[in-house]
Every structure is written in structure tokens, then in C-alpha cells.
């Protein structure tokens, strides 16, 4: 039997390098703002003020430019966070650009560590449609909370990540043109696209094309170089800190954690070894066997640089990878004692997803129980939750992939065996794999709770913060969707729900990101608001899913390339992924050293830091990964600073 599916072997990495972690190209069109990062409930808000900013877009051909007033003012109730749009135009401001505005407003307020709260006003005049106004509505808005001013006749486009790099964005050339016919003198462009490709496909050095039109074009990699280009005032990126490392006791603490989690590859490892021949070839065609070993062997190389954090980390990855190879190999013994009539044994198993149910619900039973003391117990429990949320998703979407598949093979609906098969092994992985990730996650509550952190801060509205990263999350979501599936289904012939469902069977964040939102009000309603830890449960979800979202649109959005079946293989802009990588290393590392002058020991973030670290000397996919780690660290870092009430900010 020959189960040649390539793809099994991404997807699953992603699936992997979900375990334990978090707090875990289409052509555009006309285009829009997005985010930046804040903090402080110490921090008054910022008086009503207003800037008008000139955007740049492109539609087919042509380039054009609009204006945008935006303002911040203080909400009429205390913890509101609000965002308005004003249009002189019928469908004016497209869902592309509504989604950018709402991550613009969330990205600035937390690199300002302004308090999670605010009414925000987008005024346009014209239309726009799209995420590459992101990086110039970002700095907009943190010039409006500083009383900065945008200096005559400069502009600039691109999106914007998280920790504040800049991101590629399509149709330069022609927005390079269309500032020049506007009086535009400046004009900043992301890092890495010099060489850019126009509407026809051919490669322009925008560069030379600005100067012959009288513009000055600048590559921009991050927020803190744009904002002293677009303002004159220069802000300084955080300073360098040294790679964080575990303390003594959190070192004494982790390495059992680190112990249990390779014992547990090894006992995976000696099942995997008594699985039939035949079964264990597939997995070992496939790659998969390849892959996780080379993440035990990763963990071993950091035990013995004594980063135990990140060892833990990788281990439980493995482990949990190899543990759901086995359960999925179990699960296919019927079809070579039995031949085609052992897939009513192996659909019964596979969709009987109740034992993985009652231990999902009996985890956050658990969970509801634990009371936390400071905020170092929160990081704990938030990442127990989004371990717990992403464990149940897995459950979900297999289920609904399962009942697909056997539908269609019941209806004769596969061109050949092969391709059932194929089709048939990705979702059963993933059943099994659920259950896997459900016992690393509890192990990743062991590491995370009662370790030496801050107190809370008082004035601290818990719900009222996950709340502000869910809206993050649901904006996201739609940009993603709007950004890069709709081109995709469009290019494709198909529907956009066509298109997701694709995707989803490629790289198992879509699917989470696409189940979770559905599947949350019925988890909410079980945790129920007001009863014990649901606001770290609210938390959990808007932040994971958060940066999920976002790093999907930063992914997917004109860097990655993909091939026929939809896997990411490589990237078109280097020097965005590297500055990336860069940035969000400097950050991180910045934030746990400030949460650490505060008596807060993250060790959960240090893991995360550290495979951060060796991910990103991977190859493509696994530096998106290393990313999205900076990212997810970042941001969990951050919510802890506010926890703590004393956020500060990467930009003063």
C-alpha cells in the first residue's frame, strides 16, 4: 500500500511546532492599514488628536493615492476598545482594510504600552482595499499618541507584523508612480523589494524608476527606521540584551520536564519499532520518521548546552509527534489483517473521538481549579489553555476531515486507492496527535505554574484583555481570508470555502484558526464567564490565536512560495524573513529581561526563545516558524508586563 503523501510532512510540522508553545502568494489589490504594539494602564490615554495620512494603492495597472484622518481618543467607557469607520465612497473602505485598521490600532497600543483601550476613527476619502497601508497606519497612530507630525510629501507602504518589522507588499512600481503624478518626494518601501516586479511581470529597480520621477524610494525594515523617516523624530529600538537563560531553580525545575519528555520519544520509539514492516515504511517514506528524530536530536544538543527550557520544549514535540505516528500505525493494522474490510475497524476508531473529549473537558476542569499568584502563574496557565484549545481543535477538524473521506470513498468518489489513502492518513495523524499534544501541554502547565513573578496590578481588567487580542484574532482571520485565500480561489477557479479547506489540509494553523473561532462560543459557554480562571481562558484563546492569524497573513501574504499542492518551498524576499528573525530575537530577548528587573521568571517564554533560536538556522518553513515563536513570546510577554502594571513599551 502506498500512501505517497508528500504534504503529511509540513503539515505535521506545523501541527508540531504547536505543541507547548504558544502563550502557541496571492496577487493584492487595492490596499489598507494594520498594526503595531502598546501597553501601560498606568498611562493616561492620549488626548483627541487627528493625522491625515496619504496611502498608496494599486488596481491592475494603475497606482493612486487617498487620505486617511485618523485619531485616538479616550473611550466613553473605561476598558472599551473601539474602531470606527468613516467613507464618502459606497463601500469605500473594504473588509481588507477594515481588518488592517483594527490590528494598526492593537500593533501601536502595544508597542506604546498605552492601556488596552481607546476609540480609534478611520476617516477615508476615496476607496481602499488591502493590508499594505498597515506600517504607515501604525506609525500614524503612534504619532498621534506622541503629538508627532508626518513630515510634507512623504508616505510609504508595506504591512506590519507584531514585533514591528516591515512586511513585502505587490504593485510598487505603480504606486511609485502614482506618488510621483501626487507631488510625493518620498516614498519608503519594505526591506528587499529594490527589484520588484510591475503589473506585466517584469522586474523594476524602483530605485532608479523614484529618481527618474522625482521621488527619493527607501527600503524600510522595521517601524522605529520608518517612523524617523515619516516624522523626523528618531525613536530608538530596545536595547540589546543578552540571550536569556534559565535561573538555578528554574533550571532544577525543568530538566525533569526535559527527562520525562525524551523517555517519552524513547518509549514511542521502541512502539514505532514493533509496528508491522510495511506501516513503519510509510512513515519513513514520507519523511516523518526523519523529522522527528531530528527534533530528539535538537533537544539533546540544547540539554547538553544546558538550555533545558528549550530541550523541554523540542523533547515534548517529538514525543508527541512519534506517540500519534504509533497510534496512527495501530490504527492501520486492520487494513493489512483484513485488507479494504478492515476500514469499517479503522473508521469506527478514528472517529470515535469521545475519549479524547472527556479528556479535553476534564483538563480544564483541572485547569478551573489552579488559583494564581502572580503573573508568572498566568503565563502557565495561558499557554495550558491555547495548548489545551489547539489539542481539542485537532479533534474537531479531523473528525469533520474523517467523515469526508469516508463519505466520498463510500461513494466511490477516488480516482484509485492511492489517492484515498493518501487523502485518508493526514486527518487520522492529526486525531492522534490531539491526545498527544493534550498530555505535553499538561506537562507545559507543570513548568509554567508556580514559578517567582510579579504581582498583579490591581487595576487590571483580565477579560477585558483577552477580549482586546480575540477582536486582534478576528481581524486577522479576515485578512488572511480576504488577503490571500480569495486570490487563491480566484487564480484557482474555485470558492473561497473551496480554497480554506485546502489550505487547511496543508498547514494545520489554517484549520486551527478556521475551527477555533467556530468552536469557541460552545467552549466559552462551557467554562462559563465569571466562574474560575475563564478570563485566563478568554486570554489564552485571543492571544494564540492572535498571533496564529497574523503570522499566517505575514507568511502567506507576497513572501511565501508555494507549490502545486499549496506547501510552502520557499520565500521571495529573504532579507523580510531575516530582519524579521533579527527583530523579533531583540525584542524578545528585551522584554524577558524586563519582566526579569521586575522579579517575574518566564520560563516558558525562555523556551520559547530558545527554539526560536535554533528554528530559525532551519530551512524556509522552519524560520516562518522561529517567526511566529518571536512573535507568540513577544506578545506574551507583553500581556505579562500589563498584568504586572508596568507594561512600558518598546517605543518611548
Not at 519513513?284 to 548546552?305: F, H, S, W
Not at 505535553?440 to 483577552?466: H, K, M, Y
Not at 522579579?599 to 532551519?618: D, I, K, M, Q
Request: aromatic share 8%.
Amino acid at each position: 500500500m502506498a500512501w505517497t503523501h508528500c504534504r503529511i510532512v509540513v503539515a505535521t510540522v506545523a501541527a508540531v511546532v504547536g505543541v507547548g508553545l504558544v502563550a502557541c502568494s496571492a496577487t493584492p489589490g487595492p490596499e489598507t492599514p494594520s498594526p503595531t504594539v502598546s501597553s501601560s494602564p498606568s498611562t493616561a490615554a492620549p488626548k483627541a488628536t487627528d493625522l491625515s495620512i496619504t496611502w498608496l494603492a494599486v488596481a491592475g495597472s494603475e497606482g493612486s493615492t487617498g487620505t486617511t484622518v485618523i485619531s485616538r481618543k479616550e473611550p466613553a467607557e473605561k476598558g472599551d476598545f473601539r474602531v470606527e469607520f468613516s467613507e464618502n465612497e459606497v463601500g469605500g473602505i473594504g473588509s481588507q482594510s477594515q481588518a488592517g485598521a483594527w490590528n494598526a490600532a492593537i500593533i501601536s497600543t502595544l508597542l506604546l504600552g498605552q492601556p488596552l483601550e481607546g476609540e480609534f476613527r478611520f476617516e477615508t476619502d476615496g476607496r481602499i482595499d488591502g493590508p499594505s497601508a498597515g506600517a504607515l497606519t501604525t506609525a500614524g497612530l503612534i504619532a498621534v499618541a506622541r503629538g508627532d507630525e508626518f513630515l510634507d510629501n512623504v508616505t510609504m507602504t508595506g504591512t506590519i507584523n507584531a514585533t514591528g518589522t516591515i512586511g513585502p507588499v505587490g504593485g510598487i512600481p505603480e504606486k511609485v508612480g502614482a506618488a510621483a503624478d501626487a507631488g510625493i518626494t518620498k516614498v519608503l518601501i519594505p526591506l528587499g523589494q529594490r527589484m520588484t516586479p510591475d503589473h506585466k511581470g517584469k522586474l523594476v529597480d524602483v530605485i532608479k524608476a523614484g529618481e527618474r520621477d522625482g521621488v527619493e524610494v527607501v527600503e524600510v525594515g522595521d517601524i522605529y527606521e520608518a517612523y524617523g523617516l515619516l516624522t523626523g523624530v528618531n525613536i530608538d529600538l530596545p536595547g540589546v540584551s543578552r540571550d536569556p537563560r534559565l535561573d538555578s531553580a528554574s533550571y532544577d525545575k525543568v530538566k525533569p520536564q526535559a527527562d520525562i519528555a525524551m523517555a517519552r520519544y524513547s518509549s514511542a520509539k521502541k512502539d514505532f519499532d514493533r509496528l508491522p514492516d510495511e506501516i513503519q515504511q510509510v512513515f519513513i517514506e514520507a519523511g516523518l520518521i526523519d523529522l522527528v528524530k531530528d527534533y530528539a536530536n535538537k533537544a539533546e544538543d540544547l540539554q547538553r548546552q544546558g538550555l533545558q527550557a528549550g530541550a523541554y520544549n523540542l523533547a515534548s514535540q517529538a514525543a508527541s509527534a512519534l506517540e500519534a505516528v504509533v497510534a496512527t500505525g495501530e490504527l492501520t493494522v486492520p487494513l493489512y489483517t483484513k485488507g479494504l474490510a478492515g476500514l469499517d475497524v479503522l473508521f469506527e476508531q478514528a472517529l470515535d473521538s469521545s475519549t479524547a473529549e472527556r479528556e479535553f473537558f476534564a483538563f480544564l476542569d483541572r485547569l478551573s481549579t489552579y488559583s494564581p499568584k502572580n503573573v508568572a502563574d498566568a503565563e502557565g496557565l495561558i499557554n495550558a489553555y491555547s495548548g489545551a484549545f489547539d489539542a481539542y481543535s485537532l479533534v474537531l477538524f479531523s473528525q469533520t476531515s474523517i467523515e469526508t473521506i469516508q463519505a466520498r470513498y463510500e461513494a466511490d468518489d477516488y480516482s484509485s486507492l492511492d489517492e484515498f489513502f493518501s487523502a485518508l492518513v493526514t486527518p487520522v495523524l492529526w486525531s492522534q496527535l490531539a491526545r498527544s499534544q493534550l498530555t505535553s501541554t499538561s506537562a507545559v502547565f507543570e513548568a509554567g505554574r508556580d514559578n517567582p513573578g510579579a504581582a498583579f496590578s490591581d487595576e487590571i481588567d483580565l477579560e477585558q484583555v483577552g477580549h482586546f487580542f480575540r477582536r486582534g484574532a478576528d481581524a486577522n482571520l479576515t485578512a488572511f481570508t480576504e488577503n490571500v485565500v480569495a486570490p487563491l480561489a480566484d487564480s484557482r477557479g474555485v470558492s473561497t470555502e473551496q480554497m480554506l479547506a485546502a489550505l487547511s489540509n496543508v498547514d494545520i494553523s489554517i484549520a486551527a484558526a478556521v475551527t477555533q473561532q467556530q468552536v469557541q462560543p460552545g467552549i466559552a459557554d462551557y467554562i462559563g464567564e465569571g466562574k474560575p480562571n475563564a478570563a485566563y481562558a478568554t486570554l489564552g484563546y485571543g492571544l494564540m490565536n492572535y498571533v496564529r492569524n497574523q503570522s499566517l497573513v505575514d507568511k502567506y501574504y507576497n513572501n511565501a512560495v508555494l507549490d502545486e499542492n499549496l506547501a510552502v518551498v520557499d520565500v521571495e524576499y529573504d532579507a523580510v524573513l531575516g530582519h524579521a528573525l533579527d527583530l523579533g530575537k531583540q525584542q524578545v530577548a528585551a522584554e524577558i529581561g524586563r519582566l526579569r528587573e521586575g522579579g517575574t521568571e518566564p520560563v516558558l517564554s525562555v523556551a520559547g526563545y530558545e527554539v526560536a533560536g535554533l528554528l530559525r538556522g532551519g530551512d524556509v518553513l522552519e524560520q516562518f516558524q522561529a517567526v511566529t515563536q518571536y512573535n507568540s513570546v513577544f506578545l506574551i510577554t507583553r500581556t505579562m508586563s500589563y498584568l504586572s502594571g508596568d507594561p512600558g513599551g518598546t517605543i518611548e
